[in-house]
Nanobody
């Protein structure tokens, strides 16, 4: 299993970024996928989760209405569209997969910095 994130960077408050997570090594369309983030000195937290078909998602209260998770099962990729970014969104963002009986998998993370 491989999860490779991309799309992070430095953005001004109020700006937007789209993160991507390219997945391989498993049947992508069969599993829910999630994005987590970890800010300096804080615990890793769930940002958003999307079911295998892409038909439903849930979000942390702190990002509701600003972030959108989506997936393209033909491309084995999950996305996180982040709008109206705030300095408190600064964190390393991770793609996450849980496969029951096989274990948990994390990407290497991508840094998002929101600063003027």
């Amino acid at each position: 299993v491989q999860l490779v994130e991309s799309g992070g960077g430095l953005v001004q408050p109020g700006g937007s970024l789209r993160l991507s997570c390219a997945a391989s090594g498993f049947t992508f369309s069969s599993y829910p996928m999630s994005w987590y983030r970890q800010a300096p000195g804080k615990e890793r937290e769930l940002v958003a989760r999307i079911i295998s078909t892409g038909g439903s998602a849930n979000y942390a209260d702190s990002v509701k209405g600003r972030f959108t998770i989506s997936r393209d099962n033909a491309k084995n990729t999950v996305y996180l569209q982040m709008n109206s970014l705030k300095p408190e969104d600064t964190a390393v963002y991770y793609c996450y997969l849980r496969r029951v009986l096989y274990g948990d998998y994390w990407g290497q993370g991508t840094q998002v910095t929101v600063s003027s």
